[in-house]
Every structure is written in C-alpha cells, then in structure tokens.
C-alpha cells in the first residue's frame, strides 16, 4: 500500500511514525531469517532489476548533477529492488498473490476515498497528478478479475467492489486523459486475451466500465476525451513544452550521451544544460526543465541505451512469464492460477501503455506488477510435484525438506490442499 498507493501521504499519521521504514525492516527481517523462499537472483525479472540497479549505480560518476543520482539511488531505486525482492519472497503459493492483489485494490480505495473527501481528485491528490494516479488506477483494476470470489466473504467483495468504484470515478474526474486511452487498452486485452474468464462476462465488464464513464465522468473531462480525436491542436503535438518535443529532445540527449546517460532523476537537468532549446534561447528567456513524460525515453535518457534494453527485456520476459504459466495452468486445468496470471497480464498491459506518458520507470507500481509476475512463476516450479496421489523419489523428498519415509524408495505425496 506504501510503495503504490503512498498512503503514509495522504495519512499524515502513518508517516509520522515512520510507516515506511517500519514495514520495510520487518519485511527485511522475514526475508532473510523465515523459512520462506527467497528470490532468486537467476530468475529473468530478479535479474533484470539487478541489473537496472547495477547499471544505475555505475552511472552516478558520469551523472550531469552526481548527488542528485546518488540520492535517487539511495532513496528510490535501491529501495524499490529491496520491495521487489520482498515480495517475491513473501510469496508461497497462488493465494499470496491473491492476497496482495486484494490488498492493493484496498490501498486504491483508501486513497481514492481521501481524494474525493478532500474534493481533491481534478488534477491528482496527495504523491500524484492526475495522469500518475491515473497510471497506477489502470494497473490495479484489473487484479479484481484475479481476486473475485462469488462465494468468497460478503464484505471482503463490497469492499474490492467499492474500491474499483471509486478508482474509476477518480480517474474520469481527475483529467487523465492518457489513463483512459490506457484502460481502453487494457479493455481490448481483456476482451481478446483473458480466456480464463467467459467472452460474455469480458465484454460486459467492459460494458460496465463504459456506463461508469458516462455516468462519473464530468463534462469537462468527456470534453477532454472528445478532444483526443483533433490531435493537431493539442499542445503535446506542438508546444515547445509538449510530449512530442520533449521525446525528440530526449532521443537528443540519449544519443549525446548513450553509455551511461545522464544519470538517475537528471532528465530535467538534460532539459536545462544539454538541450539546443535553451542554448538559443535569449538571455534572461525562461525555458522549463520538464519531466521526460514516458517512461521508455526516461531511463534511456537518464541510464542510456543499456539501462533502456534492460528494462524492454525485462516488461517483455514478465509477459511471457506470465502466457506460459497462463498456457501451463489451462492444459492442467487450474482454473484460478490461469486467471491469476491473465489479470496480472492485463494490468502489465495497460500500465505499459500508460507509461508511454507518464515518467514511471522506477515506480512501486510497477515492482508491484514484476514482483506478482515473478513469484506467480516461482510457486509453479514445483507444482507438479504436489499432485494428488503423486509418487516422488526419497532423493526428491530430501530436496523439497520433507522427512525421509523409506516406503519401497518412494514418498507418498497428500492431496495439496493450498492452505498456508
């Protein structure tokens, strides 16, 4: 909830007491001395994201302004591959995945909740714009489709239900017009991808998202919507501080400097010191030193062509991850992790998307998603293994920590009943 959603903001109280650091050392503390799987540093996501910090790390000598990178690294980036690494650890089958989809979506509705009491959701609220929250809004809807349980606590589904409730009325309220074409994109995954729920119900929750939109959503912001379709009058296509120059001066920088970058949280910098946009302007003009506003020229700007291969290697292995385990569990019949693995598909999908306009390259958000993706796959690797009535070797015994039971060198396997 505190890497995501940043409630120790919105509740002042939580950060009073130091909320974050609290649950990070336990998180630490259940990591390296529980008897838990720990992530393992040769699993593709895990790697990658050692590598992303490796990478960053080296770049701090050769960074535009060093103590800002430093202090982004220590800070930031450091911490997000210790939150990573957290929850994958913490992860020991489907459930707890499940569980900290359920808690996410909770997070969402404490957040969303703040925003509307304080009449603060036009514009963003609390650690977000309005295109950031809307970023994260679209990468946590779609964990509903991995949690609902029709049989499940009453309370528990009014609450994840009032959750995506008010999210998405954040969202049509809050101005983001990126985080709408990013559920809309996330809404055409479901409808031709997510084959582990029925065609009828995809398209009816689409449907239903499409009544919430026109029903929450205020008249400045389906104004906002209409306006996509005249996209040569837009600022983003032709001010000096829109999107489109903003990428063009970024391939700039990244070209300038394609090794090392600028370094971590310097694009700004870039923006004041590298770009020919401030050199002609005349003296005493101002000149913004804007965000990079897209997460795939952020860190191939600020880490270089490196650090952006390793992060389109890294969304890339998460999706296939993510298929075969769905692929896997479809040929197995297990129902739910298949639509585990599909809901996280979807909100990787539509946070992708989303981040094309948004500087999240480095976000809890997204750690979350790698986080879910990686320990998913970690609890399949020894799922056949458990199967009913399954037979194994006193060696294979021995390997998975069960007690040696020399029954004609075999172990009898009980039924998983995927309890914790």
């Keep these: 909830m505190m890497y995501v959603w940043k409630l120790h903001v919105v509740f002042p109280i939580l950060s009073t007491i130091k909320i974050v650091l609290i649950l990070t050392i336990l998180g630490s503390y259940f990591l390296i001395t529980k008897q838990r799987r720990r992530p393992d540093p040769g699993e593709p996501i895990m790697k990658l994201s050692l590598l992303i910090g490796l990478w960053a790390a080296f770049s701090i000598p050769f960074a535009l302004y060093g103590a800002l990178a430093f202090g982004e690294f220590k800070d930031g980036h450091a911490r997000l591959v210790l939150y990573l690494a957290i929850i994958i650890g913490s992860i020991r089958t489907p ?11 909770i997070g969402g509705l ?27 809004i679209v990468a946590t809807v779609p964990f509903i489709i991995g949690v609902w349980n029709k049989k499940g606590n009453l309370l528990l589904n009014l609450a994840l239900v009032a959750g995506v409730f008010l999210m998405l009325f954040s969202l049509f309220n809050g101005g983001s017009r990126a985080g709408f074409l990013a559920l809309l994109v996330g809404g055409i995954y479901l409808i031709f991808f997510v084959s582990s729920i029925k065609k009828s119900l995809r398209i009816g929750m689409v449907a239903v998202g499409f009544v919430a939109l026109m029903t929450l959503a205020s008249a400045e912001y389906l104004e906002d919507i209409k306006s996509l379709t005249d996209v040569g009058s837009d600022y983003n296509t032709s001010a000096e501080s829109g999107r489109i120059e903003i990428w063009k001066r970024g391939f700039g920088y990244m070209m300038q400097r394609p090794i090392a970058g600028v370094g971590l949280a310097n694009f700004p910098v870039a923006e004041g010191t590298l770009s020919d946009a401030v050199k002609n302007k005349a003296v005493g003009v101002g000149f913004k030193w804007s965000a990079a506003h897209n997460s795939f020229v952020q860190i191939g700007v600020e880490l270089g062509v490196p650090g952006l291969l390793f992060f389109l290697t890294r969304q890339g292995a998460a999706m ?17 992790v298949r639509r585990i693995a599909q809901a996280i598909s979807c909100a990787l999908v539509a946070f992708t998307f989303a981040a094309l306009f ?15 993706a990686a320990g998913l796959a970690a609890t399949q690797k020894g799922a056949p293994k458990f199967a009913a009535n399954r037979k194994v070797s006193v060696a294979a015994g021995r390997k998975m920590g069960l007690p040696p039971l020399p029954v004609g060198g075999q172990l009898a396997m009980p039924r998983q009943t995927g309890t914790r």
């Design 110 to 136: 404490l957040y969303t909740f703040q925003a509307i009491r304080f009449g603060a959701v036009v514009g963003g609220f609390g650690a977000y714009d309005a295109n950031d929250l809307g970023t994260v």
């Design 320 to 336: 296939v991850i993510l298929h075969r385990i769905a692929g896997r569990a479809r040929k197995s019949k297990n129902h739910e």
């Design 358 to 372: 948004v500087s999240h390259a480095y976000t809890g958000g997204l750690y979350l998603l790698l986080g879910l």
């Design 95 to 105: 459930s707890d995945v499940q569980f900290l989809m359920r808690v996410t979506i």
